[in-house]
């Protein structure tokens, strides 16, 4: 059957992520700076590490992500709030039906993802935001499912192509948010959605591969 992920006792993936962005905090209110009014990585470590408190190691992955997405939508609101509150819930809702999650189960969860994201935000890819990061990750993971590659080496895709994603949005001028206001004068930074969301996806694609196992 080859490699999948348990769903059971896995919340300790999300308690990673948590940390990464914990961690990162500083630096993404730096990258907010320089377009945006500069507290995106407060608003997120403030909403992520409310939700730490409330998950228990021994949870299941898609229970944890579920209170990371309902904690983010109802105690942080702003943009951010609901935004990576649908992203986790939509993850959620996909992952909550498979005790063991293939790569085709995590790919359907990804694409839920991402297209949540596009219809709530109404941003498309080349918007700068972090559409484009999760966009690229999206077609990446599948690239690598449709080459015939395992779970880890599909994570391992998402993780490039996520970093890919982000690291363009340097390239593009932001048609949406603050930055928007800036129009050109915005090209030639990173955006701190996009930022955030490779931190996200490649601590979760580093994590999750640590765990796989084999069917």
């Known amino acids: 059957m080859g490699q999948v992920f348990e769903n059971a006792n896995h919340a ?13 905090a500083s630096y993404l209110s730096e990258i907010d700076g320089a377009t945006g ?7 997120m470590n ?3 590490m409310m939700a730490k408190d409330r998950i228990e190691e021994g949870m299941d992955f898609a229970e944890a992500l ?7 939508v109802m105690d942080i609101g702003g943009s951010m709030g609901p935004i990576y509150g649908t992203m986790f819930s939509k993850l959620n809702k996909t992952l909550k039906k498979a005790e063991k999650i293939t790569k ?3 790919l359907e969860a990804l ?8 219809d709530l935000a109404g941003a498309q890819l080349g918007d700068k935001t972090l ?16 080459e015939g590659k395992n779970f880890g080496e599909c994570l391992g895709a998402m993780s490039e192509g996520a970093e890919r994603g982000k690291e363009n ?11 928007a206001r800036l129009g050109e004068r915005s090209r030639g930074f990173l955006d701190a959605g996009a930022t955030s969301c490779c931190i996200i996806l490649k601590t979760m694609a580093a994590s999750m591969q640590k765990r796989l196992s084999e069917e």
């Open 12 to 24: 300790s993936v999300v308690l990673e992520i948590i940390e990464a962005i914990h961690e990162n």
């Open 37 to 43: 009014d500069g507290d995106h990585g407060v608003n």
């Open 46 to 48: 403030k909403g992520f």
């Open 66 to 72: 579920k209170i990371l997405g309902r904690t983010l």
């Open 104 to 106: 085709e189960v995590f």
């Open 111 to 118: 694409e839920n993802a991402r297209d949540g994201l596009m």
């Open 131 to 146: 559409v484009d990061t999760i966009y690229s990750a999206c077609e990446e993971y599948k690239k690598a499912m449709e």
């Open 169 to 179: 949005t340097k390239n593009l001028v932001a048609k949406l948010g603050r930055a």
